[in-house]
């Protein structure tokens, strides 16, 4: 069969939204937090991607590269704060992160 | 002329600034002298203008000194227009002000701000010349904010007391609201004119007529934005709330800004803007309305006063009412009329309140004081004539402003004009009354001052007795010499417009004969007979049978709480204006990250959303997680927006 | 374009300023490692030596003529170099006052500057960015900065709670932001800011394809949204700004949202600037509702960062209703607001930090309590930021407001003016309520307000604040340059 372009642009919505529902899904884990941050960027990706090939334009891959290091980045700094929220905190939990509001 | 004007502007400013940084050094006679001197050389320089331009009528001055701003079609001068209009009002203030800055050196002698109020007041001097002195509309709203910010300063000048320092606030919000009124109004003035510029703009009226804007006149509009401008600097109802808090603030500054100056800033204002406002008569009618309200029942408040204070604050009130009438019905040269003889007669009040007040230390109850007339002469005179010239008593200035007043509005063809000539007939009795109740419970009757007070009591200092007597003088007499060149000897012509169909000014000049004719004139008309019937209400209720008025408050206890209860505009402000800000604040911090997270959107959305929403309940735990939710929901909502909305609707809004 | 992989040597003299800061970050970066205690002051004065260095270069390149380089990505232009330049300064004043911050609360490490530094690099890169790509990089530079600056506080729970908060949200926001790109990207088949701007105006498109880059667009605004904290994707505002270290919670409000002001302009104006009528409606709705949140939601606060967050909100309102106008006189308007907004915040968090003592932060409104008494000099700047934020004449934060006030009613909203100027007005009360406990509350027992600020952050912050009434006096030059810059 052939897959077409919006085959692609719903695989990678329905990923996208699986992320977003994850991140306020979730409650436990700071860990599945980043995992859905994750899974956001790779629907982003998959999104470039498929233009990129349909429209026959490389710009669209490279800028997937540079999406891929930024994510890399963008995890270490979010362990690394993950960390000092155990530190502090004695937990991961994201249920003991609300002494800041009003 | 130029440099005669510069001087006459900037000699109180520089007395403020020596005063306000190098008066610790100077000492407190050096710094009266100085600020003193600044605004005597004003006074001086104002009666020369005053003689160059309506008594020589010399070339009208209007030219823009320096240019501050230029971007594009924007431009912002500062800039003089002297006519007949700006003269008059120079002369008022340079003279009231020296009287006050006299006053001042008597009044807080004992003061530890001795030298910072004489520096502020210097300031509040040169502010108010620049607000009259301004050819265009961006200098007007700038003397205006200089005007009211030291005025603000000046009410929480005695910041140890607490009323003093909420007064102080309550002034700058209400002021708030009327100056971002006028604000928008000079916004829309400069979207149709390109031009701040007064003679450009009232030249440009032509493109800013059939424009429409909410279903009404453009023009009319705007005159009403710029109306709650002037409502909020001259205390019209309901804005009025701030000017009784106002005298929280020493006496001295009563009289200069919150009864002879700055509170007319708003009937100057309307005055000058009289091309404008002369193209719509809805906007003259809601002024005369707005008028007549303040005039009536803001002197059916003064009634019930014990402050002494309060009861000239009130009185006020209900003067600048008239004068908003008085503009309500085209009658702008009445307006000024009455706005000159008001700024002598009730400056001349406060400052015999202040001087009974210094004798008495500080005490400001009416039903304290009595029998003061023995020891206090030159003042009992002075405030004898102040009331008389307040009540319109024949003769004396304010029998002339306020006459004519309520004759132009008689003449008027506005819609409701006969409503407002009963309240303002009405009004007559009361400002007899209450001015007269207080005159008789102070001066009058049995003494009730405590005697350890009474012993010491004596007549004030000669620096206070002296601007009374001064300020007297043209209380009593300036109506009658003025009230013809000034009304319809065209003092003021060339500075005011009124259109050929707004014909009481027209009326007003067939019937005048002269005016010694009016007093005897005036016997045979009603506004003398209630004038006299609150004469005597006042004696009989005051002095005659007090127990009368014990009897009636007895008797009529729901109007006496009405009116004790100001109406309930003070509750109502505190509700409406501070209250309901609060709340809401108060709800909308919660709600925006808090509640409406926990409680409206994730609780509803099950409804709403089933899925999403009963997963959402489970987690209502940690607030990033609702705050991503919020995030993503607000998304949902945008893109449902984009989706079917098509054509942004908002901005048809 | 002639080959799109090739450029020449010389054209890298526009990216100048950006080659040189990194050059200077690999240094200092190396010169920290191998100072010992007592020398650390040195990483500070290299940094602030090449923040000048930094803006004395970009500063030449104002009036150069417009240079698109490396790939057609990177462009200068007036409005590059004069952000460049307003930014650099901006975090100049910014550094002084961090260190007596840094100082104080022993949080003093080579590491901060360096990130500030790398932030500043990411803003460049954000304002010279002259496609998708390139604003991308530039913002994530400076979002990672941001969140290792705020986590820098590594023993307060609060600091690190704010980084959590403030990383997990923004990640989101990058998520969107990019999902908003792709789409543009795949409608428009190119990445290129010019090449967007050719295909927008000149298309005419319809259906399926009209719709995906409508939602592109959506996107696209809310990660812009989000980075300049509108509502509804201001949520993190507040907690970041309480929660973080002052001196990170200053920079936080100041230099970014310069940088962002100018992604907004190259992706709406210069890019999608046929679509305005498109984004218009969105604007208007989130400026109005910043506008309104920000200013009754400060109304309830004790913390005074947490109100400066709701009042940086509804000033990034006005902000925004700048760009509702579709003129560029408008846009000129805007761009003094975030000049004037950034001159306010840097006095404004000046003055928190100038009151810190070790191990006290002064963060209650309540700790202002009688500050005339003690320090009227500082109580003075801090009631000029006040009356500014307030929009009293003659004060710098008028003019902002008066025009885009202006602006908005030549354009014909006049009840969008007025809405705003409503709450404008309620506005005014909370920072009328700071200046009431500065001078007529009585101080609290024991607290004295010894200033312990050295004297050239006492000096910067004196000229800072009185910049606000001098700005104010002189407004002609500095409306002229942002109208200039469009």
Request: proline fraction near 3%; glycine fraction near 8%.
């Amino acid at each position: 069969m052939v897959v077409s372009l919006s085959d692609y642009l719903i695989l990678s919505s329905i990923v996208f939204c699986i992320g977003l529902v994850g991140i306020f899904v979730n409650r436990t884990n700071i860990i599945t937090l980043l995992m859905c941050v994750e899974l956001i960027l790779v629907a982003v990706n998959t999104n470039f991607i498929a233009f990129s090939y349909f429209l026959e334009n490389e710009s669209g891959q490279i800028f997937v590269f540079f999406i891929l290091t930024v994510a890399a980045a963008e995890v270490a700094i979010g362990l690394a704060i993950l960390t000092l929220l155990f530190r502090n905190k004695g937990s991961i939990s994201v249920d003991v992160t609300n002494s800041l509001k009003g | 002329m130029e440099n005669i004007y510069l001087i006459l502007v900037l000699s109180p400013l520089i007395g403020a600034i020596i005063a306000g940084f190098f008066g610790p050094l100077l000492g407190r006679t050096a710094v009266h002298s100085i600020t003193i001197l600044g605004v005597l050389i004003s006074t001086v320089l104002a009666f020369y203008v005053f003689n160059h331009h309506v008594l020589e009528q010399g070339e009208v001055f209007n030219q823009n000194i320096y240019t501050w701003m230029q971007i594009g079609n924007l431009d912002v001068s500062v800039g003089f227009l002297v006519d007949n209009l700006s003269a008059i009002m120079l002369l008022v203030v340079s003279f009231v002000s020296l009287m006050v800055h006299i006053y001042t050196i008597g009044y807080m002698a004992d003061d530890a701000g001795y030298i910072k109020f004489f520096s502020y007041i210097s300031l509040f001097t040169f502010a108010m010349f620049m607000l009259v002195i301004a050819n265009n509309f961006m200098q007007l709203f700038f003397g205006w904010e200089a005007v009211g910010l030291v005025s603000y300063l000046l009410i929480g000048f005695w910041h140890h007391k607490e009323s003093a320092t909420e007064a102080s606030l309550k002034a700058f919000l209400v002021n708030r609201v009327g100056d971002f009124g006028f604000l928008l109004g000079i916004g829309l003035v400069f979207s149709f004119s390109g031009s701040l510029d007064y003679s450009a703009v009232f030249s440009s009226l032509d493109n800013a007529l059939n424009q429409q804007l909410w279903g009404l006149d453009l023009i009319t509009v705007i005159c009403l934005l710029l109306f709650i401008g002037a409502m909020g600097k001259s205390a019209q109802v309901p804005l009025h709330v701030w000017l009784p808090g106002s005298m929280e603030g020493p006496t001295p500054i009563s009289a200069l800004i919150h009864a002879a100056t700055m509170v007319t800033a708003g009937i100057f204002m309307v005055s000058r803007m009289s091309p404008m406002f002369e193209l719509s008569d809805i906007a003259l009618t809601v002024v005369m309305v707005v008028g007549a309200i303040t005039a009536l029942f803001m002197g059916l408040l003064g009634i019930v006063q014990n402050d002494i204070k309060k009861v000239v604050a009130y009185s006020t009130l209900s003067q600048l009412g008239y004068m908003t009438v008085a503009l309500g019905v085209s009658a702008y040269s009445v307006a000024i009329f009455h706005l000159l003889t008001h700024a002598f007669f009730k400056a001349l009040l406060f400052l015999c309140a202040g001087s009974v007040i210094v004798a008495l230390h500080h005490q400001q109850d009416i039903q304290k004081m009595g029998g003061l007339r023995k020891k206090m002469p030159i003042t009992y005179w002075s405030a004898l004539v102040g009331t008389l010239a307040l009540i319109g008593f024949p003769g004396f200035s304010g029998f002339y402003s306020k006459d004519m007043i309520i004759e132009a509005v008689n003449f008027s063809q506005l819609p409701y004009a006969n409503w407002v000539h009963y309240a303002v007939v009405a009004g007559v009795f009361i400002t007899a009354f209450y001015s007269l109740r207080m005159f008789f419970i102070v001066f009058h009757g049995k003494s009730r001052i405590p005697p350890d007070s009474a012993k010491h009591l004596h007549e004030s200092p000669l620096s206070i007795t002296f601007p009374l007597v001064v300020l007297a003088i043209p209380s009593a007499i300036v109506g009658y010499f003025i009230i013809e060149p000034i009304l319809f000897n065209g003092w003021l012509e060339g500075a005011i417009t009124v259109a050929p169909n707004h014909t009481s000014m027209t009326e007003l000049s067939h019937r005048f004969q002269s005016a010694s004719a009016m007093i005897f004139h005036a016997v045979q008309t009603p506004p003398f007979w209630m004038m006299i019937g609150g004469i005597i209400a006042a004696w009989v209720f005051s002095l005659y049978k007090t127990q009368w008025a014990d009897w009636m408050v007895q008797k009529f206890r729901p109007i006496y709480y009405i009116l004790e209860s100001l109406y309930g505009f003070d509750r109502l402000n505190e509700i409406v204006f501070v209250g309901t800000v609060k709340k809401l604040g108060n709800l909308l911090w919660r709600v925006s990250d808090v509640g409406l997270i926990d409680k409206i959107l994730v609780n509803s959305s099950a409804n709403l959303i089933g899925v999403i929403g009963s997963v959402v309940r489970k987690i209502q735990t940690g607030y990033v997680y609702h705050y991503a939710f919020f995030m993503i929901f607000s998304l949902l909502i945008i893109l449902t927006w984009t989706l079917f909305a098509g054509d942004s609707p908002l901005l048809e809004f | 374009m002639t080959n799109p992989y090739s450029f020449d040597i010389a054209s890298l003299s526009v990216a100048i300023p950006e080659i040189f800061l990194l050059s200077a970050i690999v240094v200092i970066l190396l010169i920290d490692l191998f100072l010992t205690q007592p020398f650390k002051q040195v990483t500070y004065y290299l940094t602030q030596l090449s923040l000048l260095i930094t803006a004395i270069l970009a500063f030449n390149l104002i009036g150069q003529p417009d240079t698109i380089i490396f790939s057609d990505s990177f462009i200068l232009d007036k409005l590059a170099a004069v952000f460049k330049v307003l930014m650099l300064g901006a975090a100049m004043v910014a550094m002084v006052y961090t260190r007596h911050y840094l100082i104080q609360h022993s949080l003093f490490r080579g590491e901060y500057f360096i990130l500030v530094l790398l932030a500043m690099l990411g803003m460049m890169v954000m304002v010279s960015g002259y496609s998708l790509l390139t604003l991308y990089l530039g913002l994530e530079i400076l979002s990672l900065s941001l969140y290792t600056l705020i986590a820098i506080a590594r023993k307060r729970s609060n600091a690190i709670e704010a980084a959590l908060k403030y990383f997990v949200l923004g990640a989101i926001a990058s998520g969107l932001l990019l999902y908003g790109m792709s789409m543009v990207y795949g409608i428009s088949g190119s990445l290129n800011i010019g090449e967007i701007a050719q295909f927008s105006s000149a298309t005419n498109l319809g259906g399926r394809e009209a719709l995906i880059i409508n939602f592109g667009l959506v996107f696209l605004v809310i990660g812009i949204a989000f980075k300049l904290g509108a509502v509804p994707f201001h949520m993190w505002v507040p907690d970041v700004y309480q929660g973080a270290p002052t001196a990170t919670t200053m920079f936080i409000a100041t230099v970014p949202k310069i940088a962002v002001v100018a992604m907004l302009v190259r992706i709406l104006i210069d890019g999608l600037g046929a679509m305005q009528l498109d984004w218009q409606g969105l604007f208007v709705a989130l400026s109005l509702l910043s506008i309104a949140i920000g200013s009754l939601a400060a109304l309830m606060q004790t913390n005074i960062k947490r109100l400066l967050a709701y009042s940086t909100i509804s000033h990034i309102g006005f902000i925004m209703l700048g760009f509702v106008t579709g003129v560029i006189a408008g846009y000129g308007a805007a761009v003094f607001y975030v000049l004037a907004y950034v001159i306010m915040s840097l006095a404004a968090f000046g003055v928190i930090i100038l009151l810190n003592k070790k191990g006290f932060e002064a963060e209650q409104i309540s700790d202002y309590k009688g500050l005339n008494k003690h320090a009227p000099w500082f109580a003075l700047m801090l009631l000029i930021v006040m009356l500014s934020m307030a929009g009293v004449p003659p004060f710098i934060g008028f003019y902002a407001k008066f025009f885009i006030l202006q602006q908005i009613l030549s354009a014909g909203f006049v009840s969008i003016a007025i809405i705003a100027v409503i709450f404008a007005v309620i506005s005014a009360y909370y920072y009328l309520k700071i200046i009431k406990t500065m001078y007529f509350d009585v101080p609290e027992e024991g607290n004295t307000f010894s200033i312990s600020a050295p004297m050239d952050m006492q000096i910067i912050l004196s000229i800072n604040a009185v910049l606000i009434l001098v700005v104010g006096l002189l407004p002609n030059q500095w409306l002229k340059l942002a109208l200039s810059l469009f």
